[in-house]
T-cell receptor, first 116, second 114 residues
């Protein structure tokens, strides 16, 4: 079936603008993750949802970052008043469940955000 | 924060040669996974090794895990130009806070020259 999709693929924002990044997980996947990947670095965890419940948001760098998954499927990562340091690739991943700890996370292609 | 460190940061080899990448991590883990990332594309899961396993194979990939040294290695045999990518190790914590997330290293950039 279809993999994880993200939109837009590229986003350019002026400093101070709000942005919204969308993630469509694989159908039926319970778990959804957001990661931030700076240039030349590995992805860093932002937040995790199990269905519609946000169980971990410890990686969100500031209160300008907000994520939601209201119906347990599509998720949106919103960044308010963007700053230059927010420039990165934002990756979304989904997995069937985490009950056994070995479920594979399937990643989307990412949204490359550039803040000018 | 990054959990692991890959070594080397960059590796350039001729097609047909073997490529070895190493990963070190800091805390107790449930499992360790290796991912590949091509330029402009998302992360692709390659292989997972559990904390009670020492070695695992998948096609041309061989992964080892030494929990006493908190290190892992990924061997790609008979490399191909299509293997050119960045390779990341990622750990899943054993339990407690943060056990849901994957914690990635900084990656090794592999170039396979035809």
């Amino acid at each position: 079936g279809a993999g994880v999709s993200q939109s837009p693929r590229y986003k350019v924002a002026k400093r101070g603008q709000d942005v919204a990044l969308r993630c469509d997980p694989i159908s039926g996947h319970v778990s959804l993750f957001w990661y931030q990947q700076a240039l030349g670095q590995g992805p860093e965890f932002l937040t995790y949802f199990q269905n519609e419940a946000q169980l971990d948001k410890s990686g969100l760098p500031s209160d300008r970052f907000f994520a939601e998954r209201p119906e347990g499927s599509v998720s949106t990562l919103k960044i308010q008043r963007t700053q230059q340091e927010d420039s990165a690739v934002y990756l979304c991943a989904s997995s069937l469940a985490l009950t056994r700890g070995t479920d594979t996370q399937y990643f989307g292609p990412g949204t490359r955000l550039t803040v000018l | 924060s990054q959990q692991g460190e890959e070594d080397p940061q960059a590796l350039s080899i001729q097609e047909g040669e073997n490529a070895t990448m190493n990963c070190s991590y800091k805390t107790s883990i449930n499992n360790l996974q290796w991912y590949r990332q091509n330029s402009g594309r998302g992360l692709v899961h390659l292989i997972l090794i559990r904390s009670n396993e020492r070695e695992k194979h998948s096609g041309r990939l061989r992964v080892t895990l030494d929990t006493s040294k908190k290190s892992s290695s990924l061997l790609i045999t008979a490399s191909r130009a299509a293997d050119t990518a960045s390779y990341f190790c990622a750990t899943r914590a054993y339990s407690g806070a943060g056990s849901y997330q994957l914690t990635f290293g900084k990656g090794t950039k592999l170039s396979v020259i035809p």
